[in-house]
């Protein structure tokens, strides 16, 4: 049974940079694209970036430039480097990979 625990969320002044992690209890780790979603109080949850297995990358476009996500197979780990920090990028970040989502980490952007 997979299971999914996020880290490093916390209140950052706009501007400021976080890094999230999440650790994967999958089997296979390495032959899984994991990605990282955000959902905003009273918003849908939408896609922030994606790693596939070939280490592929996919961002939304208002993170392009300033997100930046990783994986690391040996630890079954994948980072989210976020950068240049706005307030609309508050929101709970969930890691999500083989169909299994953590619980969340809460992100806040504010001074």
């Known amino acids: 049974q997979a299971q999914l625990m996020e880290s490093g969320g916390g209140l950052v002044q706009p501007g400021g940079s976080l890094t999230l992690t999440c650790v994967a209890a999958?089997?296979?780790?390495?032959?899984?694209?994991m990605g990282w979603y955000r959902q905003a109080p009273g918003q849908e949850r939408e896609m922030v970036a994606v790693?596939?297995?070939?280490?592929?990358?996919t961002y939304r476009d208002s993170v392009k430039g300033r997100f930046a996500i990783s994986r690391d197979n040996a630890k079954k780990t994948v980072y989210l480097q976020m950068n240049s920090l706005r307030s609309e990028d508050t929101a709970v970040y969930y890691c999500?990979?083989?169909?299994?989502w953590g619980q969340g980490t809460q992100v806040t952007v504010s001074s």
């Open positions: 790693i596939g297995r070939e280490e592929s990358r």
């Open positions: 999500t990979g083989n169909g299994q």
């Open positions: 999958i089997d296979d780790f390495r032959n899984y694209a």
